[in-house]
Nanobody, 115 residues
Framework: QVQVVESGGGLVQPGGSLRLSCAASGIIFSIFSGGWYRQAPGKQRELVAT???????NYADSVKGRFTISRDNGKATVYLQMNSLKPDDTAVYYC?????????WGQGTQVTVFS
């Protein structure tokens, strides 16, 4: 059974930092791309960052220079380090594991940035 489980969300003030983790099981994680997406209330889910099996990263323009995606294949985990957080970053953050046309999603973790 495949499981993708996020953790690390929470409440933070503007300018603060959070680190999200996404642990995958039931798949050969090293051959999957990993990604973080987010969905704010009333908005569509959007891409935040992705990392290929080879370590190539891609970021949404809105988070470039503030967020860093990384992976540890030995732990089957993808991380999202989020710095300089803004209220606009408030959303439910979802982890994705992708290989070709196969997608696995986590249940999401809430990130709230407030003054």
């Amino acid at each position: 059974q495949v499981q993708v489980v996020e953790s690390g969300g929470g409440l933070v003030q503007p300018g603060g930092s959070l680190r999200l983790s996404c642990a995958a099981s039931g798949i050969i994680f090293s051959i999957f791309s990993g990604g973080w997406y987010r969905q704010a209330p009333g908005k569509q889910r959007e891409l935040v960052a992705t990392i290929t099996s080879g370590g190539i990263t891609n970021y949404a323009d809105s988070v470039k220079g503030r967020f860093t995606i990384s992976r540890d294949n030995g732990k089957a985990t993808v991380y999202l380090q989020m710095n300089s957080l803004k209220p606009d970053d408030t959303a439910v953050y979802y982890c994705n594991a992708n290989r070709k046309r196969v997608d696995y999603w986590g249940q999401g973790t809430q990130v709230t940035v407030f003054s």
